[in-house]
């Protein structure tokens, strides 16, 4: 089935004739029999009738085996990544990365025993190079945040099968209505749910997907930890997930129309977005992608005092981090999402401090360009 019906009926259970599943708010079950540790039925263990539902309709969306919820995408990222890496093992990972898992890669990972090296997404030929023989995975990101750069992906899947490492995918940028990952042999799916799957910028959750064998082992993991999801907001996820598919149609057209309008605006000088023809990689993100998303940047030739003035022009866009609700949001990156990275890091890949980032909403295009037109012509 078409996956916006997947979305509406996947894991869908009638409980009681309800046609929508209730939350489930109890932390634990009624054993029917002694069970073994991980077949208590308890919140924690992410076994909730609300965590199953969920599970089984983002297996079916991503086209996984199986799946799993996260407290947030950290949680999902960083558990995925200490359970196929084990002490003294080495990661490869791409140099332009969101700020929460560059820091965790730079900062926390070292700590648990773990080295990892940075690879550029667009050069493949450099990647043996930084093969040891400890690597065990790669990850990358579908696009970058907020350059908005689509990696080799099908290098990425080629490369892990000839030297044995797991692939990993942060998937968020994209959601399964744009890419979906593990069609083209990714091991590993990951997204913050936090963005487009629920879509309302009122959860923080993450999800996992892949095989039976990786999701049981990363949920293991994660049962341990205790970065369960809680059932409100497995709840408020899986009404969110029902409308994803009409949501990412509006998000892909306003990010397509909001870039045209900007790159045909004298004061702009530069606007990174895949969907536009000018963008490095849109001939692969054509191919591979449904749509570019509702994520897109651009450089003002005024630098960062015309960013400034804009920002405060702006009728529409509220100024935060984050992406994927409803709402178009707008944001410096250097001052938010990629606050924590030294100059030389933000220079060397290549964030200016004028950069500015738009997560378009789902509202009407006219009106968000309309909005940017009155903005720019009092910059
Ligand atoms: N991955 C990407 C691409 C993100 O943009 C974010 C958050 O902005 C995360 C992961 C982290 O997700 P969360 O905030 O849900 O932990």
């Known amino acids: 089935m078409d996956i916006q019906t997947r979305l509406v009926h996947a894991g869908e259970e009638r409980i009681n004739g309800a046609v929508v599943l209730p939350i489930f708010q109890s932390s634990t079950f009624v054993s029917p029999k002694e069970e073994e540790y991980h077949d208590i039925r308890y919140l924690r263990l992410n076994n909730t009738p609300n965590h199953r539902a969920l599970h089984a309709k983002l297996a079916a969306v991503c086209g996984g085996e199986d799946a799993l919820v996260a407290g947030s995408g950290m949680a999902a990222i960083t558990t995925a990544l200490i359970t196929v890496l084990n002490s003294g093992d080495h990661l490869l990972i791409q ?7 560059h820091s965790f890669v730079t900062q926390d990972a070292p700590g648990l025993g773990l080295s990892y090296d940075f690879i550029a997404g667009n050069a493949p030929e450099t990647w043996a190079a930084k093969l040891r023989p400890e690597t065990k995975a ?4 579908t696009m970058t945040n907020p350059l908005m750069e689509v990696a080799d992906l099908e290098a990425v899947v080629a490369f892990a099968r000839e030297h044995g490492l797991v692939s990993l995918i942060d998937n968020t940028f994209a959601s399964p209505c744009n ?8 091991d590993i799916e990951l997204h913050s749910a936090t963005k487009y799957l629920n879509g309302h910028s009122d959860i923080v959750a993450g999800v996992v997907v892949g095989s039976a064998e990786h999701v049981k082992a990363i949920k293991h993991k994660l049962n341990h930890l205790g970065g369960s999801l809680d059932v409100h907001a497995c709840f408020l996820l899986q009404r969110g997930l029902k409308t994803l598919s009409l949501r990412m149609r509006q998000h892909d057209e306003n990010g397509l129309r909001l870039s045209h309008f900007l790159a045909e605006q ?10 536009l023809e000018s963008h490095p990689q849109y001939e692969r993100a054509q191919r591979l992608f449904a749509g570019a998303g509702g994520v897109l940047s651009f450089e003002l030739h005024g630098g960062v005092e015309a960013a400034e003035r804009l920002l405060s022009k702006l009728v529409l866009p509220a100024s935060a981090p984050s992406l994927g609700g409803v709402e178009t949001l707008i944001t410096r990156p250097v001052t938010t999402s990629h606050s924590g990275l030294s100059r030389e890091e933000l220079a060397a890949i290549g964030i200016a401090d004028g950069l500015v980032r738009v997560a378009c909403g789902i509202e009407a295009a006219e009106d968000l360009c309309a909005d940017f ?3 720019l012509a009092g910059v």
Do not use: S
């Open 179 to 186: 890419f979906r990952p593990l069609r083209i042999g990714f």
């Open 373 to 375: 037109a009155q903005a």
């Open 138 to 141: 790669i990850y990358v990101e």
């Open 95 to 101: 140099d332009c990365l969101y700020g929460g898992t």
């Open 266 to 275: 004298e004061q702009v000088a530069q606007v990174n977005y895949p969907g």
